[in-house]
């Protein structure tokens, strides 16, 4: 049995940490350093995301290069998320596991993607004031406490009222941890649990999100999941240039086809491998049981995409085998600041021992890079903007209706929910107010521009300039769309030619071999086939005898 071990708060850090990687390292490697770092076994959850010079946001994958799949410059940054959304968090063996699950959907319910009733809100709010700051105190907490901390995009005064009268009066004696399972049994049971948004558009050009939950496949349009569609019911996912299908078999041998548009091939390709990586992972009983999946019918065209880690059955058979003393978790209290709260410096990462070998350098946070904004203390609103967040008119109307989401506008639109980091909270203030008040979506640009910028200038300038969500790369889209084009047009010339040598062998060997085999002694026998000897085959042999000796007395004559 291991003895225990302290988990280092790494949750509060943003320290940047350089690790120096051979240039063949696989993407594997530093995920496996990483979760040492954390001290974390229950790792097949998570995953690494980064983003490429084109915003494109993208998986590592565990079984390639890493430096062959980012096409930015180095430093690299990436980010650490919960990529398969345990379908029981509260099931979790380990602590240490459902604290970063906690932090993941903190993080998500302050972006909007986790959408719910304003008593549903209220509560999840409290839950994370009573993980964080402990029971209530009066001496500590003046009237209005809650009203400085930002859980939501928007906020209404009601709302914050009961967030603190709920704090005060049902959590109290709730230690961090039974606080932050309480919260994921509550988060669990919300239908946008777990959703990690597409922006795409429906065939009549309709604004949709598609997302895939533990559960089945998700469309949300509006504040509303117009489909929802179970893993045993999706048969096959394809993708087109910038065309999406989903072929579903319901009950009575019912088959739909359901079609949506990315806004880039790029996108869409990045949408089609996050639904065979979930597909697999949350409806197959064996890893064993993946297979190489292919965008297209034709085995010489599309893209091939293989899901490389355990399913989910897999992954809870080994977490019930973990026996190890549960390891230390220091969590961070709330600390008055912006929306990037104070940066904790924790310890260093492990170095990594050079080689001689060529050797890239990639900038990692410290542990958590990715839930930095999550992981330390929920952000603090500002007081100079405070009123600012919602109209009045909206407010009203989201207290009076339990039905009306809190955390989205009248569209849903988790356009800040591709943030690696929070913007500074005046922009987002502006930027929400905009929102509420023209009433319009955040664009699929704004939301890719948000996943490459940094927080604001002074907190680059104050971190170094090592923050930098991406460098700027040098590659171009279209060369790359054109590239792709030739060498499909070549695959098709390669199998076309491959097949006619195969039937030019076919016929030689029907002709001119005397191999007395059942197949093609009845073949030889047919009248067709005899048709073909005597008026094509032989006068076009002669053809190329008599042009081949021509040839050869040419040359002998030279």
């Not at 209220?122 to 964080?132: D, F, K, T």
């Amino acid at each position: 049995m291991h003895s225990p071990q302290s988990v280092p708060s790494a949750f509060t850090s943003a320290q940047v940490q350089r690790l120096c990687l051979r240039r063949d390292a696989k993407g594997q490697y530093l995920f496996d350093l990483l979760c040492h770092h954390l001290n974390l076994l229950e790792k097949d959850y998570f995953g690494i995301r980064f983003v490429d010079p084109d915003k494109q946001r993208h998986w590592l994958e565990f079984t390639k290069s890493v430096v062959k799949q980012l096409r930015s410059q180095p430093p690299f940054t990436m980010c650490f998320r919960v990529k398969f959304y345990p379908a029981d968090p509260a099931a979790l063996k380990e602590e240490i596991t459902r604290y970063l699950v906690f932090l993941q959907i903190k993080r998500d319910l302050y972006h909007g993607r986790l959408l719910c009733k304003t008593s549903d809100a209220a509560l999840l709010a409290a839950y994370i004031l009573q993980a964080e700051i402990g029971d209530y105190d009066p001496g500590k907490h003046p009237e209005g406490y809650s009203s400085k901390f930002q859980f939501f995009p928007k906020h209404s005064e009601k709302l914050e009222r009961k967030i603190a009268e709920i704090h005060k009066t049902e959590l109290s004696g709730q230690t961090p941890a039974t606080s932050e399972l309480n919260f994921l049994r509550k988060a669990q049971t919300l239908e946008t649990y777990g959703v990690d948004p597409h922006p795409c558009k429906d065939v009549s050009g309709n604004a949709a999100f598609l997302a895939f939950t533990p559960f089945g496949f998700v469309v949300l349009q509006g504040n509303k999941r117009v489909h929802f569609i179970k893993w045993n019911e999706v048969t096959k996912l394809k993708f087109e240039g910038k065309t999406f299908y989903l072929y579903v078999s319901q009950k009575e041998e019912k088959k739909i086809i359901l079609t949506y548009f990315a806004p880039t091939p790029e996108a869409c390709k990045h949408l089609w491998k996050c639904g065979i990586e979930n597909q697999a992972f949350y409806k197959l009983e064996k890893s064993s049981q993946v297979r190489t999946v292919s965008s297209s019918n034709l085995f010489f065209k599309g893209s091939r995409f293989r899901y490389s880690g355990r399913v989910a059955k897999e992954v809870m058979e080994s977490s019930a085998k973990i026996k190890r003393e549960p390891p230390e978790i220091h969590r961070a209290g709330m600390v008055p600041s912006r929306s990037c709260p104070s940066i904790t410096h924790g310890p260093r990462l492990s170095s990594v021992p050079r080689t001689r070998r060529r050797a890239v350098h990639i900038s990692i946070m410290e542990g958590l890079e990715s839930l930095r904004d999550s992981a330390h203390s929920t952000p603090v609103r500002s007081s100079s903007h405070g009123d600012t967040f919602l109209p009045h008119v909206r407010s009203s109307r989201a207290d009076s209706n339990e039905r009306v989401a809190v955390i989205a506008d009248e569209a849903y639109s988790p356009a800040d929910s591709v943030l690696p980091t929070p913007v500074a909270e005046h922009s987002l203030e502006l930027m929400l107010l905009s929102r509420q008040i023209n009433g319009a979506t955040c664009s699929i640009e704004e939301e890719k521009e948000s996943e490459a910028s940094t927080p604001t200038a002074a907190e680059v300038e104050a971190l170094g300039g090592e923050l930098r969500a991406l460098c700027q790369g040098h590659s171009r889209p279209e060369e790359e769309q054109v590239n792709k084009f030739v060498l499909s047009v070549l695959r098709l010339l390669l199998v076309t030619m491959g097949l006619l040598f195969v039937l030019l062998l076919l016929l030689i060997i029907l002709t001119e071999s005397d191999l007395d085999i059942a197949f093609f002694r009845d073949i030889r026998q047919t009248p067709e086939f005899e048709q073909f000897h005597y008026q094509y085959f032989c006068p076009l042999r002669r053809w190329f005898a008599c042009k081949i000796r021509s040839v050869v007395s040419l040359l002998i004559d030279t």
